[in-house]
């Protein structure tokens, strides 16, 4: 184990996600793989990240990106052995990285043994009492158990066929029909993650990013819903949907709590929850999880006052349970920051772009993702980066309909595109076959055909890069100590943002004139020529070491 001497190293980490898929492939056959993560972790350490966070790499069918996992304490053969799994986390302690893996609760592949055993033992069985199987509504149960949605589009219901050919009971399943929600009113599952946590503890992992952590306990009598839910999960007239945010998902998170305090060097635990910032804090309080990511956060659109009301609520809610605040931009289920802050209207941030839809101004979305990634890292808190933005990349808004493998695509029926263009394989090299991801040119999603400009080693000595900013801005936050510090906002104009941090002004400009600039040392700017003769250009940001004039 590393750092076991830091003290709450999870409260100002900087922690990077790798989609194994995407990041790098050792045996060239066009799908990445953990020795391939492991090859590239060099670029993660010198980046200055504190952890690197791993999606799914357990066996899986696919038919949800690795969310369906069929077996939770094995890696998929597509991606390598234990043994290589075992190696990486031993390489990223080497490196100084933390290891969080990912826990998913809250459903499993329809191929996983559990669920396989429930489907053969029948209605009424123990088996079938660790999932939530119903009988249906109507004459002949013709009908799903509830009103309930899949968040992948259609009912959240499917009918089974009995062993005897007849049609039988219906499965939940929040998201795709591949994926048999658990259930946690049984005591087995419980047992089944906290042998799963203690597999993965004992192999030397720091923590667990939990999916969908906010959905694992449903409403006693599963009640019908008419409401949509999408995005940040809200209540109406003062009641949560029955499936999200249950009472009964703080036991659970104090169980885990329990086991992960055990082992030595502050394991933590990460939740993934829609959910506002104050509902949000209720799960990092002291015996919960470690951090909550602030999705409503991430959700903003391009405005410094609303920028500013999430970081005070944020904030508020969060001192008042004593957590840290945990900062995102974007991830593997979004579409990158770089290309969504290139529209200047709503954005939907999970249902992807084709080819034919208006497309987003790629100059003026980098420009302002990098302003904002600077304000988001001189926040007090923890921050999560999502592999690739540090070269800028842009979403990949021109893939071929034919080639996506986001469900959603299927399930509404050709509507919603969906999250792969976010999940493309990176490029580390300008040129090569796959821009350096891979020694095969057929990639698992193909990459756009230039991806090559944004490649690693194009932008590693370039002072003006994308990737040298995000060096420059990491190191400056670890050696000023941004995360651990304060925020008190200060005078500006209504599309500027200004708060200082200890010895640091940060000064984010959100309109596209020019503003006056405090005088002061240029610690860290967006871009290069953001702070030129003391004002600060439109859709840039800087930190500051503002003299003291007393």
Same mark, same amino acid.
């Given at each position: 184990?590393?750092?076991?001497?830091?003290?709450?190293?999870?409260?100002?980490?900087?922690?990077?996600?790798?989609?194994?898929?995407?990041?790098?492939?050792?045996?060239?056959?066009?799908?990445?793989?953990?020795?391939?993560?492991?090859?590239?972790?060099?670029?993660?350490?010198?980046?200055?990240?504190?952890?690197?966070?791993?999606?799914?790499?357990?066996?899986?069918?696919?038919?949800?990106?690795?969310?369906?996992?069929?077996?939770?304490?094995?890696?998929?053969?597509?991606?390598?052995?234990?043994?290589?799994?075992?190696?990486?986390?031993?390489?990223?302690?080497?490196?100084?990285?933390?290891?969080?893996?990912?826990?998913? $609760?809250?459903?499993?592949?329809?191929?996983?043994?559990?669920?396989?055993?429930?489907?053969?033992?029948?209605?009424?069985?123990?088996?079938?009492?660790?999932?939530?199987?119903?009988?249906?509504?109507?004459?002949?149960?013709?009908?799903?158990?509830?009103?309930?949605?899949?968040?992948?589009?259609?009912?959240?219901?499917?009918?089974?066929?009995?062993?005897?050919?007849?049609?039988?009971?219906?499965?939940?399943?929040?998201?795709?029909?591949?994926? $048999?929600?658990?259930?946690?009113?049984?005591?087995?599952?419980?047992?089944?993650?906290?042998?799963?946590?203690?597999?993965?503890?004992?192999?030397?992992?720091?923590?667990?990013?939990?999916?969908?952590?906010?959905?694992?306990?449903?409403?006693?009598?599963?009640?019908?819903?008419?409401? =949509?839910?999408?995005?940040?999960?809200?209540?109406?007239?003062?009641?949560?949907?029955?499936?999200?945010?249950?009472?009964?998902?703080?036991?659970?998170?104090?169980?885990?709590?329990?086991?992960?305090?055990?082992?030595?060097?502050?394991?933590?635990?990460?939740?993934?929850?829609?959910?506002?910032?104050?509902?949000?804090?209720?799960?990092?309080?002291?015996?919960?999880?470690?951090?909550?990511?602030?999705?409503?956060?991430?959700?903003?659109?391009?405005?410094?006052?609303?920028?500013?009301?999430?970081?005070?609520?944020?904030?508020?809610?969060?001192?008042?349970?004593?957590?840290?605040?945990?900062?995102?931009?974007?991830?593997?289920?979004?579409?990158?920051?770089?290309?969504?802050?290139?529209?200047?209207?709503?954005?939907?941030?999970?249902?992807?772009?084709?080819?034919?839809?208006?497309?987003?101004?790629?100059?003026?979305?980098?420009?302002?993702?990098?302003?904002? =990634?600077?304000?988001?890292?001189?926040?007090?808190?923890?921050?999560?980066?999502?592999?690739?933005?540090?070269?800028?990349?842009?979403?990949?808004?021109?893939?071929?309909?034919?080639?996506?493998?986001?469900?959603?695509?299927?399930?509404?029926?050709?509507?919603?595109?969906?999250?792969?263009?976010?999940?493309?394989?990176?490029?580390?090299?300008?040129?090569?076959?796959?821009?350096?991801?891979?020694?095969?040119?057929? *990639?698992?999603?193909?990459?756009?055909?230039?991806?090559?400009?944004?490649?690693?080693?194009?932008?590693?000595?370039?002072?003006?890069? *994308?990737?040298?900013?995000?060096?420059?801005?990491?190191?400056?936050?670890?050696?000023?100590?941004?995360?651990?510090?304060?925020?008190?906002?200060?005078?500006?104009?209504?599309?500027?943002?200004?708060?200082?941090?200890?010895?640091?002004?940060?000064?984010?400009?959100?309109? *596209?004139?020019?503003?006056?600039?405090?005088?002061?040392?240029?610690?860290?700017?967006?871009?290069?020529?953001?702070?030129?003769?003391?004002?600060?250009?439109?859709?840039?940001?800087?930190?500051?070491?503002?003299?003291?004039?007393?």
């Amino acid at each position: 184990m590393i750092h076991s001497e830091e003290h709450d190293w999870w409260r100002t980490a900087v922690i990077y996600q790798v989609y194994p898929r995407s990041f790098a492939d050792a045996d060239g056959d066009g799908t990445g793989d953990l020795r391939g993560i492991t090859g590239r972790l060099d670029h993660v350490a010198e980046l200055g990240a504190d952890a690197v966070w791993l999606s799914p790499f357990y066996p899986s069918p696919q038919a949800d990106g690795g969310y369906d996992v069929a077996d939770y304490r094995a890696v998929d053969p597509m991606y390598g052995t234990l043994a290589d799994a075992d190696a990486l986390i031993d390489r990223a302690h080497e490196l100084q990285l933390r290891v969080i893996v990912d826990l998913v $609760p809250n459903h499993c592949s329809d191929r996983h043994e559990r669920f396989v055993a429930a489907l053969a033992a029948g209605p009424g069985s123990p088996e079938r009492g660790m999932f939530h199987f119903r009988d249906g509504r109507g004459v002949d149960g013709e009908l799903p158990p509830n009103d309930w949605t899949s968040m992948f589009e259609g009912p959240a219901w499917t009918r089974v066929t009995e062993s005897d050919g007849t049609p039988g009971q219906w499965y939940l399943h929040l998201f795709a029909p591949e994926q $048999p929600d658990w259930n946690w009113d049984d005591e087995r599952v419980h047992a089944e993650f906290a042998t799963t946590l203690r597999f993965w503890l004992d192999r030397g992992v720091d923590g667990f990013r939990v999916d969908v952590c906010d959905a694992i306990v449903k409403a006693p009598g599963l009640p019908d819903w008419p409401h =949509t839910t999408h995005g940040v999960v809200e209540p109406v007239e003062g009641v949560m949907p029955p499936m999200w945010d249950q009472e009964g998902i703080h036991d659970v998170f104090r169980e885990w709590r329990r086991i992960l305090d055990e082992y030595d060097g502050q394991r933590i635990l990460c939740a993934e929850a829609w959910l506002p910032p104050e509902r949000a804090a209720r799960i990092v309080r002291s015996d919960e999880m470690h951090q909550a990511f602030n999705f409503a956060y991430l959700s903003l659109p391009w405005d410094a006052s609303a920028v500013r009301e999430n970081v005070d609520v944020s904030l508020r809610a969060n001192d008042a349970v004593g957590a840290p605040t945990t900062w995102v931009l974007s991830s593997h289920d979004v579409m990158r920051h770089a290309s969504r802050y290139g529209y200047d209207g709503p954005v939907e941030l999970e249902a992807g772009v084709g080819a034919d839809d208006p497309q987003p101004d790629r100059a003026l979305g980098l420009r302002r993702a990098r302003a904002a =990634t600077l304000l988001m890292l001189g926040l007090p808190g923890s921050a999560y980066l999502y592999q690739g933005e540090e070269l800028g990349l842009p979403e990949a808004t021109a893939l071929p309909d034919a080639v996506r493998q986001d469900p959603i695509w299927e399930r509404s029926g050709h509507r919603v595109r969906g999250r792969d263009g976010c999940r493309v394989p990176l490029p580390w090299t300008a040129d090569g076959p796959s821009f350096g991801f891979s020694s095969s040119a057929d *990639t698992w999603l193909p990459q756009p055909t230039d991806f090559g400009s944004y490649a690693a080693d194009l932008q590693r000595d370039d002072d003006d890069s *994308t990737l040298t900013m995000y060096r420059r801005a990491l190191e400056t936050r670890r050696s000023l100590g941004l995360g651990s510090g304060s925020l008190t906002w200060l005078p500006s104009p209504d599309d500027v943002l200004t708060w200082s941090s200890g010895a640091v002004v940060v000064v984010g400009n959100f309109g *596209t004139d020019p503003v006056p600039l405090p005088v002061g040392e240029v610690l860290v700017a967006s871009v290069p020529d953001a702070a030129a003769g003391g004002v600060l250009a439109g859709g840039s940001a800087v930190w500051l070491r503002v003299h003291d004039e007393g």
